[in-house]
């Protein structure tokens, strides 16, 4: 909880949103409340497990995992620490930030696990060529690749649940072949 949860709430808040009590009193109140929502929904998320008894797909997680929410929050203050980002824009963004990580944190949208690739048989090449390719393209600009990523993964929760609205027939098809594995 404290390492993905208040650690990350704490340093987004120190970085950026305390600065928006320059601009009037609400606007401090809207820089706490980000922190806050963000702290409280990794506390919820964390929570849910505990108490959840259906099971689930394992190839997805219900809600952004807290893990790759505070890597986003942190991914953002390296960037904006490194390119010298500054007012409005940057309060905004870190404001953004923080309650759409909190918020996918415990919504339902579906996120991807990588819990089917798996080292042992065979790999098929596209792991063989994208995994070295993401360690260099991390290794020239590690703040903006990693903001990147997290940017990428944390939209894709909401982009494959507005997938499987959009097409419901290639989701019962998946959900078929899935019964006839077990």
Not at 88 to 93: E, F, I, S
Not at 115 to 128: D, N, P, Q
């Amino acid at each position: 909880m404290v390492s993905f949860g208040l650690a990350p709430a704490v340093i987004v808040y120190q970085w950026g949103l305390v600065r928006l009590a320059e601009y009037g009193w609400l606007w401090a109140k809207l820089g706490w409340l980000a922190a806050f929502v963000y702290a409280v929904a990794g506390a919820l998320r964390l929570a849910r497990f505990n108490t959840r008894t259906r099971p689930t797909d394992r190839r997805f997680f219900e809600g952004l995992p807290s893990p790759s929410a505070a890597g986003l929050m942190m991914s953002m203050v390296w960037l904006g620490t490194k390119l010298g980002w500054d007012g409005v824009p940057t309060l905004a963004l870190a404001f953004l930030v923080s309650i759409s990580a909190g918020c996918l944190m415990v919504s339902a949208f579906p996120f991807y696990s990588f819990r089917e690739v798996h080292a042992r048989g065979r790999i098929s090449f596209t792991y063989v060529f994208v995994i070295p390719l993401t360690f260099v393209l991390i290794a020239m600009d590690p703040p903006t690749v990693l903001f990147a990523i997290g940017v990428i993964y944390a939209l894709s929760g909401p982009a494959l649940w507005l997938w499987r609205r959009q097409h419901p027939r290639s989701e019962s098809v998946s959900q078929r072949e899935e019964q006839q594995e077990s």
